[in-house]
C-alpha cells in the first residue's frame, strides 16, 4: 500500500534544477529519498533526521542537493541543481521505521514508500 506521495519530477534539461516533495512527513522520523535508474537497483540520495538536525547525501549529490523539512506543509523536500542525465530516475520517498532514529543510508531502515516520480534529464 502507498503511504506516502512524491511529487515534482518531470522532464528537464541538463543543469537545470528541480524540487521533489514527499507528503506527508511524520514529524517523529527520519525520511529518505532514494532513486531507481533505468535497469539499476535503487540508490540512496538523501536523508533527514526527525528534528532536521542531521542531514546525510549520497556522492553522486552532495553539493549539489538539499534535502529540507517543510513541518508547515508537513512535507519532505528534495531541491536539485546542476541536473545531470545520470541523475535520471524514478525517485522514491521513504519514512524511517522506528522512531527518532537517526538518518540511514540502508534501505532497510525504511519501511513506508512512495510509489515513485520520474525524473528524466536530458542532455
Known amino acids: 500500500q502507498v503511504q506516502l506521495l512524491e511529487s515534482g519530477g518531470g522532464l528537464v534539461q541538463a543543469g537545470d534544477s528541480l524540487r521533489l516533495s514527499c507528503a506527508p512527513s511524520a514529524r517523529t522520523l527520519a525520511m529518505g529519498w532514494f532513486r531507481q535508474p533505468p535497469g539499476k537497483e535503487r540508490e540512496f540520495v538523501a536523508a533527514?533526521?526527525?528534528?532536521?538536525?542531521?542531514?546525510l547525501y549520497g556522492d553522486s549529490v552532495k553539493g549539489r542537493s538539499t534535502i529540507s523539512r517543510d513541518n508547515a506543509k508537513r512535507s519532505v523536500d528534495l531541491q536539485m541543481n546542476s541536473l545531470k542525465p545520470e541523475d535520471t530516475a524514478v525517485y522514491y520517498c521513504a519514512a524511517a521505521m522506528r522512531l527518532f532514529m537517526a538518518p540511514s543510508r540502508s534501505e532497510n531502515e525504511y519501511n513506508v514508500w512512495g510509489q515513485g516520480t520520474q525524473v528524466t534529464v536530458s542532455s
Open positions: 533527514i533526521s526527525w528534528d532536521g538536525s542531521i542531514t
